[in-house]
């Protein structure tokens, strides 16, 4: 049984601009450097993705045929493919999987999903078949609180509002005045009998000028500024001041 060979660029189709090798990246580092703020860096990158860039016609440079970004190819008689080991076995496992299906085809022994024309999985997915929907949930979901859809809706929108299902509630009863003697407790609702396995926990009152001085500290006063300027015109669009 013969496989038919894959045409160039259907490897693309699964992995293309997913994860860039390790080839990508130092080719994309001639062109960073520490002076380049962030938008730069953006503007940069995407020129070079797109092939707006001086060594584009250097027969040397070639887009990886896994992850679909431009490298320098180092092999000395130009015949590689892929910018790193990592997306050669990637782009193997791709062919191999192509190749597994194609024999499947061939022995008449392939299942089509039960998504096949029940399931609309674009941009905007959506189930074409109402009932094939309830049937997928139901063989699929496990109910903690039964198989009533609308106590389990009820639950999950309880569990949401009050903090997820590893929330923790302060007991108020356990201190007087001092914040630092607070106890937690896990929710009942939620946990039953089961023990916490999280340490207790430290509450800490700090000052504006502690926080501010942390904040420079890890971030920088540049890029500090630069975030709150961007918070604040996002602030002013949607017309919160």
Known sequence: MTIPKIKQGE??????????????IE?????????????????????????????????????????????????KNNSGTTCSRECKAIKDSVLKTYA??????????TRKSYKDGRY???EYSFWCNEQAMFEYDRKRSVYTHGNDFEEVVAAAQRRLNMGGKKRITTDFNLYEDDWSTAKY??????????????????????SREEIEADLLGRYGEKHLLKMRKR???????????
């Open 11 to 24: 490897v693309l189709k699964v992995t293309a601009f997913k994860n860039p090798g390790s080839g990508a």
């Open 27 to 75: 080719f994309a580092r001639r062109y960073i450097g520490p002076g380049h703020d962030y938008e730069e860096m953006l503007e940069i990158m995407s020129a070079v993705i797109d092939g707006h860039f001086a060594e584009i016609h250097d027969k040397k440079v070639k887009r990886c045929q896994c992850c679909g970004f431009y490298y320098r190819d180092k092999t």
């Open 100 to 109: 597994r299906r194609v024999r499947a085809e061939e022995k008449g022994t």
């Open 120 to 122: 609309y999985g674009g």
């Open 185 to 206: 407790k896990p929710s009942m609702e939620f946990y039953g009998d089961t023990k916490a396995t999280g340490g207790s926990v430290t509450i800490i009152k700090r």
């Open 231 to 241: 918070a604040l015109d996002h602030t002013k669009i949607i017309n919160r001041i």
